[in-house]
């Protein structure tokens, strides 16, 4: 019985593949302050640069501590610290980043007064990332100083996620 069991799951099985059209996008929780200030996506076109981000793409959310149960965003694709972003994106070459603007950002200090940007981070469903994550800036002190890096590389952590270093 046990032989017939073992063929038939070694006939049925195929090996894994990761889906090109799909992506996770990590913010790793930081400082309480700064957790709450929400970077916003966009996603444009590679070779158009038309905005696709509400077009070409489904996006759901989780948070980091309950990553099996996923939430719908109501209006625009955000990141909070401590999320994680479930996206589907239709086949093809995009360009990723990450915007806060000033209204957003309340009351928390730092060098840049006005908005944090992203890097642009380049994306090919031909051959993609299976995982990639935004982190925040910091001058040469450890001090955040408003801006994002999107990378395909983990964060290093402290007992919080270490930012990147301008």
């Not at 073992?6 to 700064?34: F, G, V």
């Amino acid at each position: 019985m046990l032989l017939g069991l073992n063929s038939a799951l070694t006939q049925e099985s195929k090996p894994l593949k990761h889906n090109p059209w799909s992506l996770i996008i990590y913010r790793p929780e930081n400082s309480p302050e700064l957790n709450d200030i929400r970077c916003w996506m966009t996603v444009r076109d590679a070779e158009t640069g038309e905005d696709v981000t509400y077009t070409k793409l489904k996006a759901a959310y989780a948070w980091i501590s309950t990553p099996k149960i996923t939430h719908k965003y109501q209006r625009r694709y955000y990141l909070s610290g401590g999320m994680c972003m479930h996206i589907n994106i239709r086949p093809g070459r995009y360009i990723f980043s990450f915007k806060t603007e000033p209204k957003d950002v309340f009351n928390f200090e730092c060098e840049n007064k006005g908005d944090w940007i992203s890097n642009e981070f380049y994306y090919d469903t031909g051959n993609p990332a299976k995982v990639i994550w935004v982190i925040p800036t910091a001058n040469e002190n450890g001090f955040y100083n408003g801006g994002w890096v999107i990378s395909a590389h983990a964060p290093e952590y402290w007992k919080l996620t270490k930012p990147i270093q301008k």
